[in-house]
């Protein structure tokens, strides 16, 4: 199975601050045929179900605010929050597609300092 | 509009059996592949199974394989999750998710989920 690894675990930023959330895949995520990865990010605030901000490690679906943005290849891939607002404040998962086991990272809670 | 809604969840022994659905409208549901993923208490998302969208294809986690059965039927729009041999570490909130296309993908639709619970 693809190991997915998150840093931080969790993270504290002020508002209007940027946040960086990183994962890495144990083995490399990028389809060579297609040149794409297959690295979807989800938000997921309490008591709801994840929602999709990010797939092929970079195309922000419909709707996210532009603050959000995700970038990386291969194995090392980053979501950032160019300022984090309140409505902010969730756990980020990354999620790797490129096998059919799929498999996430273990979450990043992010908070307001 | 998607919807997916879950249901079958709820109490049950250890070793014992549930039988999980998600009924699902506003696309065409066969043309999408399907999984669950589940959520222990205060934890993380774990993938547990995948099934493609013409069901000839299915997927599973090492945790769950060979005690959990993944099937679909395109007839009813209904996804379903057969967990047998049930242990407490199965204890969690199993959401149903849609993939963008009829093999493997991101998921773009989840559902609320249904809570099981496996205790004695």
């Known amino acids: 199975d693809i190991v997915m690894t998150q840093s931080p675990d969790s993270l504290a930023v002020s508002l209007g601050e940027r946040a960086t959330i990183n994962c890495k895949s144990s083995?490399?995520?990028?389809?060579?045929?297609?040149?794409?990865?297959?690295l979807a990010w989800y938000q997921q605030k309490p008591g709801q179900p994840p929602k999709l901000l990010i797939s092929?490690?970079?195309t922000r679906e419909s709707g996210v605010p532009d603050r959000f943005s995700g970038s990386g290849s291969g194995t090392d891939f980053t979501l950032t929050i160019s300022s984090l607002q309140a409505e902010d404040v969730a756990v980020y998962y990354c999620?790797?597609?490129?096998?059919?086991?799929?498999?996430f990272g273990q979450g990043t809670k992010l908070e307001i300092k | 509009e998607v919807q997916l809604l879950e249901s079958g969840g709820g109490l049950a022994q250890p070793g014992g059996s549930l039988r999980l659905s998600c009924a699902a409208s506003?696309?065409?549901?066969?043309?999408?592949?399907m999984s669950w993923v589940r959520q222990a208490p205060g934890k993380g998302l774990e993938w547990v199974s995948g099934i493609s969208g013409s069901a000839g294809s299915t997927y599973y986690a090492d945790s769950v394989r060979g005690r959990f059965t993944i099937s679909r039927d395109n007839s009813k729009n209904t996804l379903y999750l057969q967990m047998n041999s049930l242990r407490v570490e199965d204890t969690a909130v199993y959401h149903c998710?849609?993939?963008?296309?009829?093999?493997?993908?991101?998921?773009?639709?989840w559902g609320q989920g249904t809570l099981v619970t496996v205790s004695s």
């Open positions: 083995q490399s995520v990028l389809y060579s045929s297609n040149n794409k990865n297959y």
């Open positions: 506003g696309f065409t549901f066969t043309s999408y592949a």
């Open positions: 092929w490690a970079s």
């Open positions: 998710a849609k993939t963008v296309g009829p093999t493997k993908g991101y998921f773009d639709y």
């Open positions: 999620h790797q597609y490129y096998s059919a086991q799929y498999t």
